[in-house]
């Protein structure tokens, strides 16, 4: 009799999001790590066999992100000939809805993985299945409220927009009292009474490609829990358990894999590492690696993409083609210190910097492998400070690594760390309890980090300069709930859910 698979149950899976604390672009070359930490924001993933009565197509799957305005992706697949995988296609009906290029390739790899594994899908054909996506509220800034002459600190207390209602596959309801956590600190900026509940999974009152990110790697954790969430759904344990470290191994490559491919492979793979192994000591694979995959569609793409994500053909030294390391055991956080970030509105294009930093390296290399080796003596020795506890030494290691990466950015062209940033990030360093702050992986202007004391004074003192550093720039500028966290990927209980399993 075939194995219990878990296809009849709700799998919960959450990935969390990162901060590269340092060793942005360094982290791309092999010769050298980046200090990355997971977030407390995660995105988490339902998986849910659809109940096909109302004339649901048979080989349908799903995905909604009820958060976003028109953000429902209706799938149907097809077996690619001569082993070029399973390809999906999105299915339109009514209003259009634009594709999302990060959802549609994660299923193909992961399908194509998954019929490669366990032939009987393969012949039997997909359950339909629902993908639900919940994502923490702090990957998005707040939508705002008023439009003209936007006032910083007015947005922050209108009322919370509730999720829409009833969609085809769940009506949630309003969210207002399905707290998980402990309840959000009150802003000091507003008396205790008139702050309505905040939901925990937010309608954010926009479609996703309008929505402005905070800069958490949202691509990475979504990417990464949805994988461990189909893993979960379609195959037996026997075959693919999240709670094991080759389950972990598997999704970890099969995400890289997915995610590498979505974006176009430019990135070193740190944020997807992040989201399943959590804060780590991150250096790269060889790029080399993903050379050898044929394309999705191309003949022997599905054994090939097995064997990759497998790694069962292997042939280097220690039997293993996939040559990342994730140290865990070099990073940690002092006890009574957090890491917390800001969010500046803006959002930040990480590609074209990429690109330019790239084109100086190639044109300057001995400047830029003296500039390389600066940094990563930062990187090291950030991680250790932390690590072992040194809180007085923080400070002195991060001004330099601001420092580092300004010449970086300066020599390249590119606002690493844009002046505006810079300004701030200098007179929040003077704040008490502020231990140190950096723009994070890219830089530009996704969100500031601070490693700062894990104190209400400390909190109430950083509210209060940004209220007021908000206030003189006319920009909305406010620290998140979002704070540092070791763990990566995680099932969740589902009944923590259980307003969104129909
Ligand atoms: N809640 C969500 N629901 C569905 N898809 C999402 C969601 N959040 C993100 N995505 C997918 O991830 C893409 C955003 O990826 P992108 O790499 O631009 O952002 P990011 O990973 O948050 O960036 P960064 O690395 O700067 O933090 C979206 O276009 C969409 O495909
Ligand atoms: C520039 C880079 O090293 C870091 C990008 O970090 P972020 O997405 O800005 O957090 C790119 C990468 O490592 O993928």
Not at 158 to 183: C, I, R
Not at 281 to 306: D, I, K, N, Q, W
Not at 337 to 362: N, P, S
Request: proline share 6%; glycine share 10%; hydrophobic share 35%.
């Amino acid at each position: 009799m075939a194995e219990e698979s878990s296809r009849d149950r709700t799998v919960v899976v959450s990935a969390p999001g990162k901060v590269l604390l340092a060793g942005g672009y360094i982290v791309l070359d092999r010769k050298h790590t980046g200090l990355v930490f997971g977030l407390s924001a995660r995105i988490h993933v339902l998986a849910q066999k659809i109940r096909t009565s109302e004339g649901v197509h048979l080989s349908e799957i799903v995905v909604q992100s009820p958060q976003f305005l028109n953000a429902t992706w209706r799938y149907g697949y097809h077996l690619v000939e001569n082993g070029g995988g399973i390809r999906v296609t999105q299915l339109q009906s009514g209003t259009p809805v634009e594709p999302n290029h990060f959802v549609e390739t994660t299923l193909n790899y992961v399908l194509t993985y998954i019929a490669e594994v366990d032939k009987s899908q393969a012949s039997h054909g997909f359950t339909p299945a629902s993908l639900l996506v919940l994502a923490d509220n702090d990957y998005y800034s707040k939508p705002k409220h008023h439009h003209a002459g936007d006032r910083p600190s007015s947005s922050s207390s209108a009322e919370e927009p509730y999720l829409p209602p009833a969609t085809p596959l769940s009506d949630p309801g309003p969210q207002t009292h399905h707290h998980h956590h402990p309840p959000p600190h009150h802003h000091q900026d507003q008396p205790e009474e008139v702050k309505p509940a905040r939901p925990r999974f937010r309608h954010f009152g926009t479609t996703l490609g309008d929505a402005h990110k905070t800069g958490l790697g949202s691509s990475a954790a979504i990417v990464t829990a949805l994988t461990a969430a189909m893993l979960s759904h379609y195959l037996p344990p026997s075959v693919f358990d999240l709670a094991t470290p080759e389950g972990k191994r598997v999704l970890h490559n099969l995400a890289q894999v997915a995610h590498c491919s979505a974006q176009g492979k430019i990135g070193s793979g740190f944020d997807v590492a992040s989201a399943v192994y959590g804060s780590c000591l991150y250096r790269r694979f060889s790029p080399a690696l993903l050379g050898a995959l044929p394309g999705l569609g191309e003949e022997g793409f599905a054994v090939a993409l097995a064997a990759l994500v497998n790694d069962d053909d292997a042939d280097g030294a220690d039997g293993r083609k996939w040559d990342c390391e994730i140290r865990k055991d070099q990073v940690g956080l002092p006890a009574g210190v957090a890491i917390r970030m800001c969010d500046v509105d803006c959002g930040t294009q990480t590609v074209g910097m990429v690109k330019k930093v790239h084109e100086w390296r190639d044109a300057n290399a001995d400047l830029a492998a003296r500039a390389y080796e600066g940094l990563q003596a930062k990187v090291d020795e950030l991680a250790r400070v932390l690590k072992e506890g040194k809180v007085g030494e923080v400070g002195g290691v991060m001004r330099p690594v601001r420092e580092l990466m300004r010449t970086l950015g300066r020599d390249c062209g590119v606002p690493i760390e844009p002046e505006s940033q810079e300004a701030m990030l200098n007179e929040l360093e003077k704040v008490e309890g502020v231990l140190g702050c950096v723009v994070p992986g890219a830089g530009g202007y996704d969100a500031a980090a601070m490693v700062m004391r894990d104190d209400v004074e400390t909190e109430k003192r950083v509210r209060g300069f940004l209220r007021q550093w908000s206030m003189k720039h006319g920009i909305h500028v406010r620290l998140m709930k979002v704070r540092g966290e070791t763990e990566g990927v995680r099932k969740e209980a589902a009944g923590d859910f259980k307003l969104w399993i129909s």
